[in-house]
């Protein structure tokens, strides 16, 4: 069973980094390993989103239900699909510095022994990339002016609507 834990600071406020963790119909344009994305249903708290994610010509389709609390915190909890289980925080904590601590957790397991024996092989540089991902991304919307977060329920970046669910 992978779990990890882990807090990055970043120079990005708390909103931005929610707004950047919630926005999970994006998440195929950055995130690693992500082939599909459906929202099934998004609401200022709540959202069921389903991700495809492939990786060495296997793909797997999963169901998560997400707790949204704008913007200190992100939960994940695991509905259907190749897991066992699945949970996954995300806190957003001002630093004092006019940045973000970024709190991470991640725990789950596959049904099958051997995709958990495949996922504990590759865990830790599967979850440095996507990390990597996340930062790369705030970078490029955040940094410079870049665009900024919006903090109306339902509204990431751009029009896309506001997701969230972690890409474990």
């Known amino acids: 069973m992978p779990r990890h834990a882990e807090t990055r600071q970043l120079p990005y406020s ?6 950047l963790v919630a926005d999970v119909a994006r998440y195929g344009e950055f995130l690693p390993w992500i082939a599909a994305v ?3 249903s998004d609401s200022e708290h709540e959202m069921i989103a389903d991700l495809v994610v ?13 707790h949204k609390e704008r913007p200190g915190r992100i939960h994940v909890d695991y509905l259907e699909g190749p ?3 699945l949970t996954n925080d995300w806190g957003f904590r001002p630093d004092g510095q006019g940045g973000t601590l970024v709190d991470f957790a991640v725990d789950f397991a596959f049904k099958s022994r051997i995709f958990e024996m495949l996922a504990g092989q590759v865990f830790d540089r599967a979850l440095r990339k996507m990390i990597g991902a996340f930062e790369t991304r705030a970078a490029q919307l955040y940094a410079s002016g870049g665009v900024k977060a919006s ?11 506001s997701s969230a669910h972690n890409a474990a």
Do not use: D, Y
């Open 54 to 66: 492939g990786f060495k010509g296997i793909s797997e389709r999963f169901t998560s239900k997400v």
């Open 83 to 85: 897991l066992q289980h």
């Open 38 to 40: 459906r929202v099934r």
């Open 14 to 19: 708390p909103e931005q980094m929610f707004a």
């Open 151 to 161: 903090p109306t329920p339902g509204g990431g970046e751009g029009s896309s609507s």
